[in-house]
């Protein structure tokens, strides 16, 4: 990851596809200050209930060491801080460190790469990422880094959008991607246009089976997924 001034020199308001690093960086650099609020809003309030369903399937105890990976401004590491779990958000987007720390001062922010993770191998008990892997530039690799970290038997968590279930609302849904998303955005959005990359790479995605493959190529056991809001999206589990 670049850091520095030169991370800053040029304002992004969207990546692309190919998803650079340096351009998905400060894409989510400009969106941090009000990041939260907007995918509230983008979501109808949705993205609460996926944060607990993630939780419940990490089922963090007590002491164990969890790594939240694209955690942007900490708003999905604080619950497993309250359930006794000593969480590491990590984010390579130094905006949403920032953000982050002026909210919630008492988490250890930590940037970090997420094909190049500043950690030492096996030290975490659970590693979870949540609508951050499709934002990867190699989600595989990616994938592997976390199993990396993990200790033997961890457990991983991906939390990402992926396809509906049923096929006439799958058809609203990308309608609602495309057209109404980026409007929703600009009302609410400090960089609206970094929402249509959100809708063109949601679209982009693999299905449920395509992420569970990836999740296996990368080296994880028993790959698992359980759709949520009819399929928008799937919560992937597997272990070390």
Not at 12 to 24: C, F, I, N
Not at 83 to 91: E, K, L, S, T
Not at 107 to 125: K, M, S, W, Y
Not at 216 to 237: D, M, T
Request: charged residues 25%; contains cysteine; proline residues 7%.
């Amino acid at each position: 990851m670049q850091r520095g001034a030169a991370a800053y020199a040029r304002p992004v308001a969207r990546a692309d596809l190919d998803k650079q690093p340096t351009d998905v960086q400060r894409m989510f650099d400009t969106v941090a200050k009000r990041y939260d609020l907007t995918n509230d809003v983008l979501s109808l309030g949705q993205d609460r209930r996926w944060r607990r369903e993630v939780i419940d399937a990490v089922a963090p105890r007590f002491g164990e060491r969890v790594l939240d990976l694209a955690a942007g401004t900490g708003t999905s590491s604080e619950p497993f801080e309250e359930r006794g779990a000593r969480v590491v958000p990590c984010d390579f987007s130094l905006g949403m460190l920032r953000v982050g720390k002026q909210a919630r001062p008492h988490l250890p922010f930590t940037a970090g790469d997420g094909t190049r993770l500043p950690f030492a191998d096996g030290v975490f008990d659970a590693v979870t990422i949540s609508f951050g892997l499709r934002n990867i530039v190699d989600p595989v690799a990616g994938l592997r880094e976390l199993l990396r970290v993990t200790k033997p038997g961890g457990r991983l968590v991906v939390c990402e959008f992926s396809h509906p279930t049923w096929t006439p609302f799958r058809t609203v849904y990308v309608e609602y991607l495309m057209r109404a998303l980026p409007p929703v955005a600009r009302a609410v959005s400090s960089a609206p246009d970094a929402y249509v990359y959100l809708a063109e790479s949601i679209r982009a995605w693999p299905d449920q089976r395509g992420l569970a493959d990836l999740v296996a190529e990368a080296g994880w056991q028993r790959p698992e997924w359980k759709n949520l809001s009819g399929g928008i999206v799937a919560l992937h589990r597997a272990r070390a």
